[in-house]
């Protein structure tokens, strides 16, 4: 461990750095407290409006959205402005979204609002990483990393302890408004940064696609929509209502991915530069980046349901077993980043997939055999896989393409992330409605259990397969070499060539 404080004094030997990642850490934390802790309030808001979960889902729905369509925006926004600039602004609207949240009147205006939000996490999101990359050189990544995912974590776990007592005997407004004085701090803690936001401005100008900018973010969209269950009847994927409303969606989603493929390869300046995807490794990492996020939200969306369904236990016990693994958040991508820039082990990102592999493994053969309190022993090997991967990932993909295409790299790495959960929500929604019988709903608890833990059984091993295909994937990437890629840029035609 002294060796490990050590190496992270090095990280941090400049006032700048640490303005940097103080700023980063804080927006992630920021981030992660007005995402996942705030399906929380849902029920708690739903009677507060005197409406119902369907309609209060879209206070989750909206966010997401804004936020999956955004980022890239964010991103390519930073390369032409400033990645500190525009990480400020989103610090500001996220937290100005938080106060209209927690003011509002109508459940309308809510949504909205979070939409707002939306689009600060996505602008943080977006320019967050750049700003890393451009602070730390490549083989002090791993540790710079570390710090913005414990904040993440740290994020979570406050919302989880705190929102539920404010639900339980305060109010949800509560929820929002403990996000005004995290976001002022940031705010403040960002202002150095922002103030040396010149330092981070391109050497030649730098143009915006517009045109495909909106595509690309009428299909980001689409594409969300179209794996979730916002048509009438009941959330599954084979009712009536369910096939009239996804086939459409799904069809609309590949015409516009088509379209705006189309009309990127046919301009000067696009958007979305396809030249960096010939960088293999780059395009790997991207990969396994989709595959770890598919299953982190998984994870987050099946076990709930193995808990509460499956188990019959109320959601306090659903808590009880993520807190402990949401802690290792805290302290584990320190570990984690430390043996990444120190040793570079080339197959230290598989063994992390094939760890959250044998993890869902283990609880899908024994979370309905085992004692309920030994669920946080199965899944330690998730909460080791995930939370070393993670930080390790970012700190890859950041380093597949040259520096000064740091905005193109953020960009992908969080709307990857954004594929990954909506793919990995997606799935196993899927899975869960094939295998339980139609008429699910109208049978007695404990009849019901054992459809429920089938189910999850059967989602959780369709995850592993997928994991086993990322860490075979994660197994070829290498570190990116600067010579090479020139050579290969050079023999490349131009974008509007291809």
């Not at 459940?107 to 996490?121: I, N, P, S, T, Y």
């Not at 040396?196 to 690309?216: C, H, Q, W, Y």
């Not at 091993?461 to 010579?483: N, P």
Request: proline fraction near 5%.
């Amino acid at each position: 461990m002294p060796g490990i404080i050590a190496n992270y004094k090095e990280v941090v030997n400049t006032p700048q750095r640490r303005q940097v990642l103080t700023a980063i850490t804080g927006g992630q934390l920021l981030v992660q407290l007005s995402s996942l802790p705030v399906t929380l309030a849902l029920p708690s808001m739903a009677r507060s409006f005197g409406t119902d979960l369907e309609d209060a889902a879209w206070i989750v729905i909206l966010n997401l959205l804004v936020l999956g369509s955004t980022v890239l925006l964010g991103a390519r926004m930073g390369d032409k402005f400033g990645h500190p600039k525009i990480f400020f602004f989103g610090t500001i609207i996220i937290t100005l979204g938080a106060v209209l949240v927690a003011s509002s009147q109508t459940l309308m205006w809510v949504v909205v609002f979070r939409g707002v939000q939306g689009l600060g996490a996505g602008l943080i999101h977006g320019n967050g990483n750049a700003m890393l990359a451009f602070a730390f050189p490549q083989e002090e990544r791993g540790r710079a990393y570390a710090f913005p995912i414990s904040g993440s974590r740290m994020g979570t776990l406050i919302g989880i302890a705190i929102f539920g007592i404010f639900l339980e005997w305060v109010s949800w407004r509560l929820v929002f408004l403990t996000m005004l004085p995290i976001g002022l701090l940031v705010i403040w803690a960002t202002l150095p940064v922002f103030r040396r936001n010149v330092e981070a401005l391109p050497k030649t100008p730098i143009s915006i696609d517009f045109v495909g900018a909106g595509l690309l973010i009428a299909t980001a969209v689409v594409f969300l929509l179209s794996g979730m269950h916002v048509h009438g009847g009941e959330e599954t994927f084979r009712s009536s209502d369910a096939l009239n409303y996804h086939l459409p969606m799904h069809a609309l989603f590949l015409a516009l991915l088509v379209t705006f493929i189309f009309v990127e390869r046919r301009i000067a300046q696009p958007f979305v530069d396809f030249r960096h995807f010939r960088h293999k490794y780059f395009s790997l990492s991207l990969v396994s980046n989709v595959a770890f996020h598919l299953s982190m939200l998984a994870t987050m969306v099946l076990i709930p349901i193995m808990i509460e369904n499956g188990l019959g236990r109320s959601p306090i016990y659903v808590t009880a077993i993520l807190i402990p693994h949401q802690s290792f958040g805290i302290w584990l991508p320190a570990i984690a980043g430390n043996i990444h820039d120190k040793y570079s082990p080339k197959l230290l990102r598989t063994f992390c997939m094939l760890s959250i592999a044998v993890g869902l493994i283990l609880l899908a053969l024994f979370a309905a055999k085992v004692n309920f309190w030994m669920l946080p022993l199965l899944l330690l090997p998730i909460s080791f896989g995930t939370n070393i991967f993670n930080t390790v990932n970012n700190a890859t993909v950041m380093s597949a393409l040259p520096t000064e295409h740091r905005g193109f790299a953020s960009g992908m790495l969080e709307t990857t992330r954004d594929l990954g959960h909506a793919t990995g929500a997606t799935i196993s929604s899927i899975i869960m409605a094939m295998v339980l019988p139609a008429g699910i709903a109208l049978m007695v608890a404990s009849e019901a259990q054992h459809f429920y833990m089938k189910g999850f059984q059967t989602a959780a091993l369709a995850v592993v397969g997928i994991m086993i295909t990322g860490a075979v994937i994660a197994a070829f990437h290498r570190s990116f070499d600067q010579a090479s890629a020139s050579r290969q840029d050079q023999a490349s035609p131009a974008a509007a060539d291809d």
